[in-house]
């Protein structure tokens, strides 16, 4: 680019990245007006597109000249690969989403609340994208909390209304502990220039903070305190019931917060990297959680009888596996991640209603085939991913992988080719040998694709990721997690064990029940619309 | 503490305690209809149980029972006006028959009364008093612990409904028995009975503590409740009237579920026994000695009338009634002397569009009969390893009609089905992996780049999926061996055939006459990510698809040895009719016209000329309905889109106003836009003097347009008790209901978009108007003979109109039996 075009693009390009934050802000600001209320829906949706298309501009901008920045020396806004990777999906995700919720509730009354509710987590989520500096990022954040909240509750009923709570509550402590760790950052090192973390870490590390008569080191604790903001976000251990609470909310709203919103913890810990490598005891509680709720989470999934509830106990598992992806140092598997479980769990909600049809299909098309003998299964399952698996890594030359992306995707990988394997024996009616090829030709296919993604993503990022020793050995935690699975699923199968876990995990996640001598008898409410649950012109 | 302190375990009770717990149960279970699983959908008045003792008092129980609205509001009233059904003169005329004396209220305070009722909000949900025990001591001490048992019980019901998934075996003894192994991990439990610290020990104990029966346990919690014996009835219907989804549900199961009914038992036995558990819990919460409950003598005082809300159903009543009958008042009009084809369609309320605009495309007849077109069958598709009754859920059919490949096309077929286990298996391997504990993470990392495209194209262009494909199959009508060796017979026989052939011909009217093509048309909707698909199909079908009905149907009517048997008993079809068979898409209004290759090569021509105008027809009806659906673009590819669409809580209107069921010729009502109001049954008084048909026709088919006509009803005037509420927040549970969000009680009736919308073009809740064109005297001997009629003419559940006998004029039948005239003030209509 040359010449005088080239001076209006550095002028605009900047402009275009204030614009990408602020338009979401202001739509939703609008859209509260009384005035622009009809067409609310209609604005956001216009101005989540336009975010798109920005985003695909600025992704360009970037591309051609390097990070987009507003602001001199310390930018307060920057727009590099790992702000592209997030603003693509929530844009996307936005725009998809708002669509959807145009039509589904068309006839809401109060759909402009969740117009604005969604303009705002847009923006706040774009400005933690693009945040330059710690207190930037804090910002769009705490903006995205508020605007969680406000999601849950738009519609102001009863049970909207007590989710709304209590994801208000759970996110206030994490909230709560991510602003006192900035608190800490600012008064001991001043504002942190997210391009340069590191250096930031290096010197928070030198610092030790006094509690009382402890004397703890100042980057352990700001890093617990984040990752507990990260983990709340996230819908982890103990508090993983919010997320179930705001199934009361309709499925727009859902697939925004499953898709969009939890995802923040993991981005927070991806761009704070440095500051995870400097607190191993923070780490590794963190894997703890992460692992304690992968399976209890997915324990519930299992049993949850409803749809939308097992897609939301799923999603606490998900969240737990792409902060294990962090702490043990696979920034590219835990972005890889973040994108694909965002568009993957937004498609689930949205299709939620076809459960009875896919049922009724399932049932009446039942699995003809007898699979092989269960060892012949097995061996199988085991042994064809790992030698498929062997040869793509090989193959595709993924040897100098950082040890805990290997790990990771390796593992993931082969726990998704074997199962892949296994159920397929047992799914379609053919021949042992032909079932083997078909599964040979699909783990080549979409096991090549995926390890192709993800190192592919890893590459593309490669300057903004860290690559010093993970505090968290891939190995033990993966081994951790393995076993409580292999243990769980074995107790799985014993009622004397099992049934009671039921009932346990069942439990999980609805509200608390609270003492019955604490219930209140609601107040008889006053002469009530016809139709409560929507506002309408009778 | 032990668990035995306050429920105390005597010897076994002895049967006839037993004994009389079911009969309490069974008397109880009245209040709530049995609920059929959504993949049926099946429509059910909601207080069928309570149908025999009349409309009006039937309502005062649901209101005492439920808290439930019965009748409809002002908002109903003004909705009816936006809609031009009803003017301020209809008001009147209510205001004066209902308010009406001799002297009657003068012109001012009716014009006032009538203002005032336009002007007023909806009344709240009528007040309920304590129905339980555990409720009675809530009430006294202010709290609600009956709402903390109602979660958890709803909760519980879910999973054990849902407990075949389960990867481990549970103990036997029903959902009551499993419920006893599972719930002694929940902690909720402990909490509940104020167990706090030491919960988990001190539950599993309570619960070994419990008898091994869930009828023993429902005898025992009830003591321990301190529910006297006498009292036992009315504090069980109070718990069925706190949870009545499941409850219905429950009454499903124990009433109507196949033996190999595909979900597992939950009946009202175990249904009773947990709740009653959970409640005995949190009155030991509450600190509460059985012999401290509070008694009351009558559980629910007395029923509440709702005053408005019978002038106002009378008013929306008269007013449809006089519309319609004006309309009908009219010489009859022939038909085309020579039409091109006959088109026998499904009674359903949407067929009458297509009807009307099909005659007026073409020189064509119409005529209107049950969408299972008489044929009582079980229907296999191809490749399906399970037949379903595809009839009216009161037949319960014996005979298995499978869509196998046609001659010629075996290879064509096969290789459609080997394409189809390829995706099925593929389709089930993705699922396992998905749930795989260890496996679900890298699927939605890789699984979600290529959804992700894929849902946005189906949000932003939406196309309905496409049919399942037909061609090359037939279904099996005649009885034929399948399978080799042991194979099993499948199909009707000669002797069924003809039977089924004459009843249908017969019943309709269509004894001569016949056109050249007779077009036999099913109906079903396609929609998308709709948990209430079956909703919108064909209610005579049993919430299925027509088409494999409209299939046999024809080919049973094609089949030489049919025709021939047919002739011998004086329906003489001739050679050259040929019937073809079709299936109405009610969110596209395209007609798909079934086994047209196998139709004759003469035929062709017209076939096509009626495709042709199938497609006009269909054009024309997608003009009116989409006027009617708020927000839709116009055009046939509006429809489409709107059918495809997964974000659309409202693919299209079903059923919503219908109100009337019509029987008799076309020509009654041939050329008058009914704006798809009204169920049209073929009928042809002159040929059935005894009242054979009529009485198949008003014991069958209106009986389902009543149940359908109620379930609309009752879904509308009570969208939270009644209906299943708002759509965008439903969450199916178990793949059999849905809930409202999170969690609660499971939903049944009609979404709260299938009957309401916010510019108020929604249903207009009245009771259905049964028109017959045949002398009185010939009803009413019919409704002598038959009781179900006398309940629902008699209890107004069902108004009736027919001709006088001597004069032709149309009159009004009140229940007990009296004529009158139809139109006009008739004070002594409504009872003081």
Known sequence: ?538 | MSATDTTTHPATPPAAERARLRVDLARAAHLVAPAWPLEDFVAVNPVVGLLEAGFDAATAEARRWFGARTHPGPSALRAASAQGELDEDDLRIAVIEVTGTLDGPSPSTVDQLVDDLLGRADPPAPPVRPRTALERVDAVEGLDRAALVDAEAARWCGVLVDRAHLPFALPDGGAYGAWRAMAAGDRGLARLAGWGGRGGRGVRAWLAALPERADDAVLDLLDALGVAPTDHAAELRGQLARLPGWAGYARWCDEWAPADAPVPHLGLLDLMALRLALDALALRGAGVAPGQVPVEGDPAGAPPVDADGRLILHALEGAYRRRLLTALDRDPMPGPAEAAAQAVFCIDARSEGLRRHLEAVGPYDTLGFAGFFAVPLRHRPLGSTEAYASTPVLLTPAVEVPEVAAPGAEAEVARRQARDARSMAAGRTVAAVAHGPLSMYALAEGAGWLLGPAAMARTVRPRPPAPAATAGTRVVAAEELVGTGDGTTVGFTLEDRVLIAETALRTMGLTAGFAPLVLVCGHGSTTSANPHAAALDCGACGGNRGGPNARAAATILNDPAVRSALAERGIDVPADTWFVAGEHDTATDEVRLLDADAVPAAHRPALAVLADDLVEAGRRLTAERLGRLPGAKSGTGAARARSGDWAEPRPEWGLARNAAFVVGHRDLTRGLDLGTRTFLHSYDAEADVDGTALETILTAPMVVAHSINAQYYFSTVDPDRFGAGDKTVHNVVAGIGVLAGEGGDLRGGLPLQSVWAADGSGHLPVRLLTVVDAPGDRVEAVIDRNPILGHLFDGAWVHLVARHPGTGTWRRRLPGGRWIAPVGCSPEVVPA
């Not at chain 1, 739509?27 to 009384?34: Q, Y």
């Not at chain 1, 360009?60 to 602001?71: E, F, Q």
């Not at chain 1, 001043?190 to 391009?195: K, Q």
């Open chain 1, 1 to 538: 680019m040359t010449g005088e075009s080239y001076f209006v693009y550095i002028e605009v390009v900047p402009l275009l990245l204030v614009l990408l934050v602020a338009a979401p802000l202001v739509a939703a600001a609008a859209a509260t007006m009384p005035r622009l209320r009809p067409w609310s829906m209609s604005l956001v949706q216009a101005v989540a597109g336009g975010t798109v298309v920005a985003t695909a501009a600025l992704l360009s901008g970037r591309v051609l000249d390097g990070p987009v920045t507003v602001g001199a020396d310390r930018a307060w806004l920057r727009f590099d690969d790992l702000s592209a990777l997030l603003a693509g999906v929530v844009t996307l995700l936005a725009t998809m989403v708002l669509t959807y919720a145009r039509r589904n509730l068309a006839e809401d009354g109060r759909a402009w609340r969740l117009a604005a509710a969604a303009g705002l987590l847009l923006g706040g989520t774009l400005l933690l994208a693009t945040a330059g500096r710690l207190s930037v990022l804090v910002g769009g954040w705490l903006l995205a909390s508020v605007a969680v909240v406000a999601l849950v509750g738009y519609r102001g009923d009863p049970a909207g209304r007590q989710a709304a709570r209590r994801a208000s509550t759970s996110l206030a402590v994490g909230d709560a502990a991510l602003l006192v760790a900035t608190g800490i950052t600012l008064a001991l090192v001043g504002d942190v220039d997210l391009a340069a973390v590191g250096p930031a870490v290096t010197e928070l590390s030198a610092r030790d903070l006094a509690l009382g008569p402890l004397l703890l080191p100042a980057a352990e604790v700001v890093t617990a305190l984040m990752m507990i903001a990260a983990a709340g976000r996230a819908a982890q251990l103990p508090v993983f019931g919010w997320l179930t609470g705001t199934l009361a909310a309709p499925t727009p709203v859902s697939a925004l917060l499953h898709a969009g919103a939890v995802n923040a913890g993991g981005f927070l810990l991806v761009r704070l990297g440095p500051a995870v490598e400097a607190a191993p005891v923070a780490a590794w509680t963190l894997a703890a959680v992460a692992v304690a709720t992968i399976v209890t989470a997915a324990g519930a999934a299992l049993v949850r009888p409803d749809v939308k509830g097992a897609l939301a106990a799923s999603t606490s598992a998900q969240m737990g596996f792409m902060l294990l992806a962090v702490v043990v140092g696979a920034p590219a598997a835990a972005l890889t991640h973040l994108v694909g479980h965002a568009f993957y769990k937004a498609s689930r909600f949205l299709g939620a209603g076809e459960a009875v049809r896919l049922a009724v299909g399932d049932r009446r098309h039942p699995v003809a085939a007898t699979p092989p003998a269960p060892t012949m299964r097995a061996a199988l399952a085991l042994g064809l991913p790992a030698v498929v698996l062997s040869a793509l890594w090989v193959g595709l030359g993924l040897d100098g992988l950082p040890s805990g992306e290997a790990w990771l995707v390796a593992a993931a990988a082969y726990a998704a080719g074997a199962q892949a394997t296994w159920a397929l024996c047992g799914a379609w009616d053919r021949s042992l040998a032909l079932v083997a090829g078909a599964a040979t030709g699909v783990l080549l296919v979409v096991g090549g694709a995926y390890l192709a993604l993800v190192t592919g993503l890893g590459v593309l990022l490669d300057p903004l990721l860290t690559h010093a020793a993970p505090p968290v050995d891939a190995r033990v935690a993966l081994g951790a997690l393995a076993g409580a699975v292999v243990l769980a699923a074995l107790a799985g199968r014993r009622t004397a064990l099992a049934a009671p876990l039921v009932g346990f995990l069942g439990g999980l996640g609805r509200s608390r029940v609270p003492r019955p001598a604490t219930v209140r008898a609601p107040r008889p409410l006053p002469a009530t619309r016809p139709v409560p649950a929507l506002e309408g012109s009778w």
